[in-house]
């Protein structure tokens, strides 16, 4: 059995560390050097690198950051934010990143799935979804969830999987910010329907939500910020609490 993976997300903007409450009214949570480090030595298994203001701003994710991050951390690191080409990839590649994860610009040119996985291979490539659920219908909204869609989740995340995505990093907005746990229902319909690993995002408050999405959301991996940023949960301490409640981890 894979063991589940645990995953500090840093959002970034203007170069520094940021979580918000439902992606508003950001808060400064540190440097994400210094972040990345710590949560390296601390037993995080995979680090994403989130350039929040990148699709918005329409720049490109600061690449010199991801170099230096990449420099002090020995896990895998996934880069996203205003990727929209194979030469974007590319640089951040270049630069350490591991994988590099897509999101509005997957939605608004399918085809760059397609180039990305045959360029670089499945492995190399998230495709993050940020969705809400809008009278009981999971949409798909874009650009740091401002933006909405008449896309389904879940026939968008079966479309990505076949486009050559090698993992989804869901990210429930109606969860995001809240605490109150992830959007287990809908994680666990993802993973039943698609055989790519699916990152859980939005709602992480205890470590009893951690137990739950990897239980009954039958998640691969979560991925949380503020929990983490501001101390409130241990990496060490989670991950031997999910190994009590059966869940397989590396400690």
């Not at 950051?65 to 996203?80: D, Q, S, Y």
């Not at 350490?96 to 397609?114: E, F, H, R, T």
């Not at 969860?175 to 990152?199: C, H, Q, R, W, Y």
Request: proline share 2%.
């Amino acid at each position: 059995m894979l063991t589940k993976r645990i995953i500090p997300c840093l959002d970034i903007k203007d170069g520094r560390t940021v979580k918000g409450v439902n992606f508003i009214d950001l808060r400064d949570a540190g440097d994400p050097v210094e972040l990345a480090e710590i949560y390296a030595k601390s037993g995080a298994d995979e680090l994403v690198f989130l350039d929040i203001s990148a699709t918005e701003e329409k720049r490109k994710t600061l690449a010199n950051l991801v170099r230096r991050v990449a420099e002090k951390v020995n896990i895998p690191f996934t880069v996203g934010g205003g990727i929209s080409s194979v030469e974007d990839v590319d640089i951040l590649l270049k630069n350490g990143a591991d994988k590099v994860s897509i999101n509005s610009s997957a939605v608004k040119n399918p085809d760059l799935i397609n180039e990305l996985a045959a360029k670089f291979g499945s492995q190399c490539i998230t495709v993050a979804i940020d969705a809400k659920q809008v009278n009981g219908e999971w949409l798909v909204h874009l650009v740091g969830g401002k933006v909405p869609t008449d896309i389904n989740l879940f026939q968008w995340a079966k479309e990505v999987e076949e486009r050559g995505a090698g993992e989804i990093l869901f990210t429930s907005m109606n969860n995001d910010g809240t605490k109150e746990g992830f959007a287990n229902e809908a994680l666990a319909v993802l993973s039943s329907e698609l055989n790519i690993p699916i990152i859980a995002s939005g709602g992480a408050g205890n470590m009893q939500h951690f137990c739950d999405t990897f239980i009954e959301g039958k998640a691969d991996a979560a991925l949380a910020a503020s929990v983490f940023h501001f101390k409130e949960i241990e990496i060490k301490d989670l991950k031997e609490e999910l190994r009590r409640n059966g869940v397989e981890v590396r400690l």
